[in-house]
C-alpha cells in the first residue's frame, strides 16, 4: 500500500470518481476514503473483492474442518466415496 496515493478524502471521490475507478482497476490497490479525517470506506476493484471473499470462504472451511477434526466429526476417507459413489450411481 502506497499510503500517500491510497488515501484520499471524500471531495476527491466526490469530484474524480472516473479517475479513481481507474486506478483501483489498473493498479489492483485498494483507495481508502476519508470523511473529516477518518478512514470510513476503501474502494477496491471487483476481482480484488472476490478474490478477498473466496479467500475468506477457503479459510472459513478450512477451520471448520480443523474443528471437526478435533471433535472426530468426519468419516474415514474409504467410507466417504462410498457414500459418495452410491448416491451418484443410486440416482442414474
Known amino acids: ?50 478474490n478477498l471473499q473466496n479467500s475468506l470462504h477457503m479459510l472459513k472451511m478450512i477451520i471448520q474442518s480443523e474443528n471437526d477434526i478435533e471433535k472426530k466429526d468426519y468419516l474415514p476417507q474409504e467410507e466417504m466415496f462410498d457414500n459418495l459413489e452410491k448416491k451418484l450411481f443410486d440416482n442414474t
Open 1 to 50: 500500500m502506497m499510503l500517500s496515493q491510497d488515501i484520499k478524502p471524500i471531495s476527491y471521490l466526490k469530484t474524480k470518481t472516473a479517475d479513481v475507478i481507474k486506478t483501483v482497476t489498473d493498479t489492483k490497490r485498494a483507495i481508502i476514503i476519508t470523511h473529516n479525517g477518518e478512514a470510513k470506506a476503501v474502494i477496491q476493484d471487483i476481482k480484488t473483492y472476490e
